[in-house]
């Protein structure tokens, strides 16, 4: 099989050129906490936020979307990429990807911008995923937890091929395609399809809910970086980037995790500053939560002030970052 791993090797090599740079960002869904859409202006402040944070340890300037289309439109351009354009922030684009056999609605809202922006929107594009833990939401964990509906690899392949055929004459044609998964969606050999089908590999990784694993926040380290090299080595040399991750300051205990301001701070030190941040691609959860469902919250900061819950401050190059807060 020489001439399959040659190939495959010269792949990996090509697609981590794509994400020689270590872009910083935090996710962003399509609605606010009470369900309604975010328009233009909430998409803006987010942005305009996440550049002005103060004693950030890098600049967030990226963000992650979950979706092309408008809130409640059926195939309009989400408006978060105006706001991206008005304030210079790079954009990985996201396919919502479950409980559907058919992406056209998705390819037709980024088809609009493509037409509609030219480049000073596909400039600002630094890859797409295709889906975002869809393949978890069918996994034993993910039913177990009633996660929703999710996805099959086969479909998720299937739609990596329809995005490629729909923009292969546009500028969009060289966008990094990731998915974007659970690390042990990653590690599962039933979805080495959907690792063979992409660019880069986005994993999302909460040490929180990992119950039964000793997910007290002193251990949070040990567990990110235990999934993260699963994830490396399942993934055949494929660039990883962390494209969810972070611990809510309030909330419920799960476990031994407990939610609280001082832990957020420690898992920004210990996981952010230490591990990922101008290292890997890293897209944190979150800056502002927009999940109703879910009751615990990740926000760093609260209404989008420039100043966050804790203090942002990365240590030095080279300083072993000691904790002051355990618990
Ligand atoms: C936009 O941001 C990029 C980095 O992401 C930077 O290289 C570029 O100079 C910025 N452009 C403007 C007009 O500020
Ligand atoms: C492995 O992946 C397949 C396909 O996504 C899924 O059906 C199966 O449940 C997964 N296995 C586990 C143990 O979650
Ligand atoms: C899902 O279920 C697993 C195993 O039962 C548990 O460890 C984990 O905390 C759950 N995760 C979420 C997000 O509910």
Redesign the pocket.
Known sequence: MRTTSTIAAAAGVLAAGASA?N?LGFNSGATLADRSAKFKADFKAEFTTAQGLENAPG?F??VRLYTNIQAYSTDDPIQAFEAAMET???ILLGVWASGTTDISNELSALNKAVTKYGTKFTD?VIGMSIGSEDLYRVSVTGIKNKSGVGNSPSAIVGFIGDFKKAFANTALAKTPIGHVDTWDAWTNGTNKPVIDAVDWVGVDEYPYYESGKGNGIKNSGVLFDRAYDATVAAVGGKPVWVTETGWPSTGQDWDLAVASVDNAKYYWQEIGCRKLFNKVPTFWYNLRDSNPDNEMKFAITSNLATKPLFDLVGKGHGYIWVPSVVG
């Open positions: 740079q872009y600049t300037n990226a210079n922030t790079s600002l």
